[in-house]
């Protein structure tokens, strides 16, 4: 799926992953040795590693885990109930602002532009990450931060800025306000997943351009879209991206739906070799790019198999938030009448029945036999009732 | 007070200050010529710029001002009632960055050391600017931000943090939820002009080394204490500073008390020359250092004359922190009861007068002719009872 080059890099980054106790023993049980990956089959050998793998090496080794590095910062993400630390080095910084820069630049920000920053800088640091980049590319950048959605409308009435980027629900605020910018960038939320949220951001803001923008605290990015709108571009100069079954972990062909598994391509401080996500994605190949055509549809959690399909109730809610009328609450109810799978939707509020069904069936992959639409829902949830 | 290689950047620095119109209109009716400036004495015939002079500048030419410089950042900083914009290019980043590394580093923090930053980054830009000095320096960054105090404290008692950064108000509740470090650097606020509150601030965190870090949004830093504790060195590499009687701008020796003006020596975005700061200081001359011993102890403003010495109301607050049984409220009176001056200093909440007068006396330069501790005053403020 990647070329020589990128092989080439990978075998780099793998055996500088080896120095550390984390890689090294799994590396060793699996009989992995970096400098033997020679093809994308050979990579796709190397043990995952699950954030279950990474909380047990923070609690093995307080607080800083195996993967620490020595370097330039030390920022937090969220993991289960507690914060994680994360490090970076001043090169990894450098190399991601340049990475950076290029998607901010395809996403159609251009040198000399200006930006309203509006993600955190405390704490996660996500902010800063984000501003390096946009300073890399030599756009001006508003150092604003989340949480006050008028005074970021104000600035951008006033200084005539070119574009925002942060959470989406955010700045849909913001153009509440009465703001405009030419370009959107949205991250950190579910956002061109939920149909039709593109267009109403993009009314709110009254741009031309609105584009998702993935990745997590220790992948940032994944993969984004360009002005052409059309699905998210994996970083490759940063982000290995495979797709797997998430029961079984094997790798599904471009086209198929599955969790999200990425690799650091480059990357001293904590470096992730085939770090399962958790996200649900589809990945698909456009001539020497790899795409994720509607980003992150859902979790990989909860999923259950019906009619021998995978299914994945999580991602339900961003199809419901595509209809106005509907509250947001459901309940998927599977049973087994006569020895066949029963699929059955409820959905609380008012939408049409039929276009709910086949909206339901493109994001599910399979149809349900029922989509009920009601005022009042007795119950919501997800109900296994087939055993 | 500074010699040729300062003087040669600043007629490069006042070259570029003459291509804002500002400046530019500024040095015309002043008949100043950036070049022929040959000397101290030819510097310090350049005209002021006061905050009047951006606010209508603000005004005339909104909402950049004439002193707009496109560049990396557009932060902010309250001017007025308003917030009033700042223009950092790239290079200022990068300088600014090499300075305040040189700056930390005296001040005790060392290349590997981990510093917990709780400076801002958002709006301001001060925790960002700090960050990047930290970095430069080659220290280890925890960009956590303002706010929480008990989680502060967590990241410091669990990672074995070796600094704090931020403001002493803050850092004392860092330090009672039990964290400790070696070494503090405290600013956006009155530190040690405050008798008593290194001391305080010391215990707290239980430090070795608590420091004085003086500096605006416009220039950071200005001057800052190094591991000695005996005064804020002037950081001349960025900001060159005198101090000029407050009435009549004219220059003030080494050892007199006056307002701090400060000019950028280098400097792209938003050049401050001359600039009058408000800030009440004393500046001495340490062998080839300038040196204000006591940091800012005040404000220019309220300023009123004594027995024809100028008297600074706002240094008093800073003393009477000094004393635990001071609530703070205090009334200063002036009268002239026999065609002398007669100043009466009331405070409330209990404290040795004695003590209490010397300390006032040290700090005001004149002797107060009574100074009275009561339980309940009956009016706080400044009042000038002789006209």
Redesign the interface.
Known sequence: MYGQKVLADLREQLAHAAEFDLYAAAFDSAGIDPASIDSWEAFQEVPFVETEDLEADFEAN???GSLYT??????FSPMGDDLA?MFDT?DD?DYQASVNADVFERAGISP?D?VLNTF????F?T??LV?RGL?ELGA??????P?DSEQAAAFIQ??DVDALIGNPSFATKVGDEGASVEVFVGGGEPFTSIPGYREEVKDALGCDTAVDYFGTRHVLPIAAETTDENGLYVSSEYAIVEIVDPDTGDPLEPGERGEVVVTHRRKDGFPLVRYRTGDLAELERRGDDLVLPDGVIGRTDNRLKVKGVKLYPESIPAVLAGFEGLTGEYSLTVTRPESTDHLEIRCEGSAEEGELAEALADRLIISPDEVVVVEDLDRSGVFDERY
Request: aromatic share 10%.
């Open positions: 307080p607080p800083e020595a370097g330039a910062m030390i920022s630390p001043a910084l000399g200006r955190g800088y405390h704490l640091g902010g800063l501003q300073e001006e950048v508003f150092p604003v931060g949480g006033e200084y």
